[in-house]
């Protein structure tokens, strides 16, 4: 930080009582169990099995085993004191070829999750669609193809009929941009393919899926809170190209995704810079309509900025990207755009620390949708833990994830000082859990667990979170 500026580190600072703290997982991170009571192979088997395209040849097949842990894993998030809890859905688990039959213990396992939660006090904020696709629809072109949105809703009502009515907050994806350009654009994510043409493809059938699922929901529960999560982008512009560059990369990663949720259409200076891609023929008519359906809260995961520029075509192409990028670009039509080295610290991913990004994104979408509540539903920390042996026991004092937290927690304060209508803070993650690509070898986990034994540890950074909710002021 510049000396002026503030450092974040503010202790001390109060939240309000309806303000809910809880923390937040992925079915396949933690789940393990992925061929246990009939759930169906998700895309995310395939990939992981696939040589060479995660970390070690890591896969979610055990993961934290939580599947198998789940009380124990529930009367954890008691202990934390956490208010709510923020899980995904297999669709796997509810349909195995992601259509037709239902298959009841997969049902029966999230009813047991949500009926858990509420029994603890815990209030359940499920996502529908947190990366694991069903493999067969992948098999009939996945995301590219529109099918799987009217699949997608037909998902979402079956959910929605069996846990509805207990369930605080309805999320339909969480960050579809992931999906979609790193699925598709990059290859970096499940099911690893790189054509742009198909990313922009998934990037519409994604937010349809989004409008039909609100729309499927709200006919059986005409009361649901519904929401999407969004992992935009916070963009600063570097010298006389910055500007072109922020626009461009602002268009792909934040307003093919705000614009038709929330505004209704797409934005027509990207439908512009991606012609020569795609003719973005599977838009039908109406379909933007479906896509903007009301919203009851949007759903902000942060973690860092991104600073860019154009290439000037001469130099040494820079690309200090943080998405790990297997050949293809998640920037269809713009791989002209430089990402620049951000300035550090960073975290273990090399992601750039700065809780300026989130307090500016917070006050700028509120700003734009003034109407709209927000939550921050991802928000967290990898570090190079190390587990020390203390009289009492094992320990991780893992004092930059507590600093890194106490930094976005002052910063979430202070866009609320600025009249953002925040409603809450989910720390990613609760457990440490498998990260994509990066298999185990990164955690970002407040609690600590042991991938020979599964045994869990909390963290130093859990306490300071428990002690953060039971006194709701950011500790000393
Ligand atoms: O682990 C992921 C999560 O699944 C989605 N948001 C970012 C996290 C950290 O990379």
């Known amino acids: 930080m510049t000396s002026g500026t503030p450092d974040y580190r503010d202790a001390g600072l109060a939240f309000g009582d309806d303000f809910l703290f809880g923390s937040a997982t992925a079915a396949y991170q933690i789940e393990g169990a992925v061929d246990e ?38 009367d954890l998030m008691r202990e934390l004191g956490l208010e709510a809890y923020r899980f995904s859905i297999a669709w796997p688990r509810i349909q195995p070829t992601g259509r037709g039959e239902v298959n009841e213990p997969g049902l029966a396992f999230y009813e047991r999750l949500v009926d858990g939660l509420i029994a603890r006090g815990i209030r359940p904020i499920a996502t529908l669609y947190h990366w694991d696709l069903p493999q067969a ?15 997608f809703a037909d998902y979402a009502r079956i ?12 999320t339909t994806l969480n960050e579809p941009w992931c999906s979609a350009y790193l ?24 937010n349809l899926a989004h409008g039909l699922a609100v729309r499927a929901i709200r006919e059986v529960l005409p009361a649901a809170e519904c929401s999407i999560t969004l992992n935009l982008h916070v963009i600063r512009p570097s010298g006389a190209t910055g500007e072109e560059a922020a626009r461009r990369i602002d268009g792909l990663a934040n307003r093919l995704f705000l614009g038709p949720l929330l505004d209704g259409e797409y934005p027509a200076d990207v439908i512009e810079d991606t012609k020569a891609i795609t003719d973005w023929a599977f838009v039908r008519p109406g379909d933007t309509e479906l896509i903007r359906q009301p919203l009851d809260l949007l759903g902000v995961n942060y973690y860092s900025t991104v600073t860019v520029r154009m290439w000037d075509g001469h130099s040494p192409r820079v690309n200090a990207d943080g998405h790990k990028d297997m050949g293809g670009s998640p ?21 750039n620390i700065d809780p300026s ?120």
């Open 137 to 151: 629809l992948e098999d009939e072109g996945g995301w590219t193809s529109r099918a799987t949105a009217e699949a």
């Open 183 to 206: 699925g598709y654009g990059s290859g970096a994510h499940a099911p690893g393919l790189m054509d742009g043409a198909k990313a922009l493809a998934a990037v519409h059938h994604l």
């Open 331 to 351: 920037w269809p039509g713009s791989e002209e755009v430089e990402f620049l080295e951000q300035p550090g610290p960073y975290t273990a991913m090399g992601w």
């Open 37 to 74: 009571d009939g759930r169906g192979p998700s895309i995310w088997d395939t990939f992981s099995h696939t040589p060479g395209k995660v970390w070690n040849g890591d896969t979610g097949d055990i993961a934290d085993d939580h599947y198998h842990r789940l009380d124990a894993d529930l």
């Open 159 to 170: 959910v929605a009929e069996r846990l509805g009515d207990r369930v605080t907050v309805w």
């Open 357 to 476: 990004g989130l307090e500016d994104l917070l006050v700028a979408l509120h700003e734009s949708y003034p109407e709209l509540p927000l939550m921050v539903t991802e928000n967290g920390a990898a570090f190079d833990d190390v587990v020390t042996e203390e009289a009492d026991g094992p320990a991780v004092h893992d004092t930059d994830r507590i600093d890194y937290l106490r930094r976005h927690f002052t910063a979430a304060h202070r866009a609320l000082a600025r009249g953002v209508d925040l409603r809450g803070y989910q720390v990613w993650s609760l457990l440490d859990n498998f990260e994509w690509g990066f298999g185990y070898s990164k955690r970002f986990g407040i609690v600590r667990v042991d991938y020979d034994t599964l045994e869990r540890l909390p963290k130093d950074s859990a306490r300071w979170y428990a002690e953060l909710i039971r006194t709701r002021r950011i500790p000393a």
